[in-house]
């Protein structure tokens, strides 16, 4: 399988807890998205790397969350401190630089919920 | 600032029906727009995009949609709707230049009957 991976699929856990989400995106595509979407909603963009550099970040990405892409391939999501209304589905996606090549390709998204 | 609307929560249709899902969008520049479908519990499947060129575009499952400068819309529709169609669907849109985030709109459910 080439597409958009993420682990875990679920994950449950406790209010005040750390959690951590990885995305690993199709080979060769150098830009990499993270969004989330909680029910009834579309998805709202998080952040934006292109290899290993953070160039867009939403102001719905407090100081409680974090991404990092140190080798440009894999990304990381950390939500620090987690709250119930962090409890949302988070989805990576990744493209490609190449002019015309625009489609952000998804993966199944990691379903986070906070007690 | 950019943004998407999709004035109907909900589209019912009878199998063998055309289809059309509705799509607005706000943007100062020329847009990309983008159709997705999400099937439960699962991730976002593309459907087809706008970038440049042809207003008519075609994708993936025989959908299409229309770009219309003058209407800002950008309608997915499709000649005969299988009950397989049965998803949510994502409109989208991002400027051509500057920032690459999507701005997505609320997402319309189709329901197809037999």
């Known amino acids: 399988d080439t597409g958009v991976s993420q682990d875990p699929r679920h994950k449950i856990t406790k209010r005040g807890q750390n959690v951590t989400f990885r995305c690993d995106p199709i080979s060769e595509h150098n830009r990499l998205y993270w969004y989330r979407q909680t029910l009834g909603q579309g998805p709202e963009f998080l952040t934006y790397?292109?290899?290993?550099?953070?160039?867009?970040k939403s102001r719905l990405l407090s100081d409680r969350f974090s991404a990092e892409r140190p080798k440009g391939s894999f990304s990381t999501l950390e939500i620090q401190r987690t709250e119930q209304g962090d409890s949302a589905m988070y989805l990576c996606a990744s493209s490609s630089a190449r002019w015309g090549q625009e489609t952000q390709y998804f993966g199944p998204g990691t379903r986070l919920l906070v007690l | 600032a950019q943004s998407v609307a999709q004035p109907e929560d909900q589209v019912n249709v009878a199998e063998g029906n055309p289809l059309t899902v509705k799509c607005t969008y706000s943007?100062?520049?020329?847009?990309?727009l983008f159709w997705y479908v999400q099937y439960p519990n699962r991730g976002l499947q593309f459907l087809l995009k706008?970038?440049?060129?042809?207003?008519l575009v075609k994708g993936s499952y025989g959908f299409e949609a229309e770009f219309n400068k003058s209407q800002t819309s950008f309608h997915l529709k499709k000649p005969s709707a299988l009950v397989s169609d049965s998803a949510l669907y994502f409109c989208?849109?991002?400027?051509?230049?500057?920032?690459?985030?999507?701005?997505f709109g609320s997402g319309t459910r189709l329901q197809v009957q037999p």
């Open positions: 943007v100062s520049g020329n847009p990309y």
């Open positions: 989208a849109v991002r400027l051509d230049t500057g920032r690459r985030a999507l701005t």
């Open positions: 706008y970038i440049t060129g042809d207003n």
């Open positions: 790397f292109q290899n290993e550099a953070q160039l867009e």
